[in-house]
């Protein structure tokens, strides 16, 4: 199993998987039934989730919904330190994972939009350099391993930064390296050279440990939040949750004539 995902999710491009992986997930999801951990996006219970990964990963896909270890943080997140469930929220989606656009969509306090280039599951087909929304349209953006493949991502975030409302967040996350650095070169664009330098065919940058204060270089704010480590281990292993994830919350930047609003935490 853990080379045949290895291989698929190598050289099958995303958007051919968004498509048909569920389909094949479902039969696998057969041989892992039981109660040991359970998917918190999906509420269904497993003996263990399943490996996933070029590197594959122990215990980390939902077959059944497909969430993978950062998507259950993410949910986690959203339902414990947020409004999200609850409020009135006008929310963007960039690149939307399958586990969660139908059930964003459901939650009627959401008018919710999803939006991205290449991806089949996106109502919007944009470039998230030029994103055709008006200023302050969104209370809410999500944008997940997105910014490791686009040509300028200090240009995507400045677009985030333009359409969210003065006082919304949005949660922004990539591969993060134990680099000091982010690694780029525009010049290598061999795909083979990519993977070797960059992790995968389609990433343009390895980012590293200066994540958070390059992406603040668009005027957004970023908070490292670090949530994963106030919750009991028993949680951590019952969902399937990433021990070292952190959040990457962004904050649009107030105007100089506005105080800082943080409408985040509850």
Not at 162 to 191: C, F, H, M
Not at 226 to 236: A, C, D, Q
């Amino acid at each position: 199993m853990k080379t045949l995902i290895s291989w698929t999710i190598r050289y099958i491009p995303r958007r051919y998987l968004q498509q048909v992986s569920h389909l094949f997930l479902r039969v696998a999801a057969v041989f892992y039934r039981g109660n040991d951990v359970v998917c918190n996006v999906c509420g269904h219970q497993l003996r263990k989730f399943l490996p996933y990964g070029r590197k594959a990963r122990e215990n980390a896909l939902c077959p059944h919904c497909l969430s993978l270890e950062r998507h259950r943080l993410m949910w986690l997140f959203l339902k414990e330190k947020t409004g999200f469930f609850t409020e009135k929220l006008k929310v963007l989606h960039v690149a939307p994972e399958l586990c969660f656009i139908d059930r964003f969509q459901q939650l009627p306090n959401l008018a919710y939009i999803t939006g991205d280039l290449e991806s089949p599951l996106a109502q919007i087909k944009m470039d998230i350099h030029q994103m055709p929304f008006e200023a302050d349209s969104f209370d809410v953006v999500f944008c997940n391993h997105v910014l490791e493949h686009v040509t300028d991502d200090i240009a995507a975030c400045k677009e985030i930064n333009r359409v969210l409302k003065a006082g919304g967040w949005g949660i922004i996350q990539s591969p993060v390296y134990d680099l000091e650095r982010t690694l780029e070169d525009n010049s290598v664009i061999d795909p083979v050279v990519r993977e070797r330098m960059f992790g995968q065919r389609d990433h343009v940058r390895k980012y590293g440990k200066d994540y958070a204060r390059r992406l603040e270089e668009s005027g957004l704010m970023i908070e490292e939040n670090t949530f994963v480590k106030s919750l009991p281990n028993e949680t951590i292993r019952r969902f399937g949750l990433p021990q070292e994830e952190v959040l990457f919350i962004c904050k649009k930047a107030p105007k100089s004539n506005e105080n800082r609003s943080d409408n985040l935490a509850r």
